[in-house]
Nanobody
Framework: QVNLVQSGGGSVQSGGSLRLSCAPAGGTYNTYCMAWFRQAPGKEREGVALIDIDGRTDYVDSVKGRFAVSRDNGNHTSYLQMNSLKPEDTAMYYC?????????????????WGQGTPVNVSS
């Protein structure tokens, strides 16, 4: 059983930056894909960023060039650095993990989820 513990997030003005962290408690972290999803009120969950066990990354088009996903295998932590934030980035953000193969378009593949952390971007 892997529990994912999230931290970070909060409120920021448009153009600002935030960093989210996700630390699995238990399990063999280095064998998991790590991903970030978000869900805004009234909208479907959306895959935002993914980093595979070999460091391969993937992003939804709307965040490319602004967000960066990374992982620190020594500290067993994944990060989502969010820069140039826009009001449309406002959502509840969730980290997710599971064994490969992983895809942002297939959230059902992820069996482990964090508790969610809100991100609010004001204009």
């Amino acid at each position: 059983q892997v529990n994912l513990v999230q931290s970070g997030g909060g409120s920021v003005q448009s153009g600002g930056s935030l960093r989210l962290s996700c630390a699995p408690a238990g399990g063999t972290y280095n064998t998991y894909c790590m991903a970030w999803f978000r869900q805004a009120p009234g909208k479907e969950r959306e895959g935002v960023a993914l980093i595979d066990i070999d460091g391969r990354t993937d992003y939804v088009d709307s965040v490319k060039g602004r967000f960066a996903v990374s992982r620190d295998n020594g500290n067993h932590t994944s990060y989502l650095q969010m820069n140039s934030l826009k009001p449309e980035d406002t959502a509840m953000y969730y980290c997710a993990a599971d064994f490969p193969p992983c895809s942002l378009s297939e959230s059902w593949r992820f069996g482990y989820w964090g508790q969610g952390t809100p991100v609010n971007v004001s204009s």
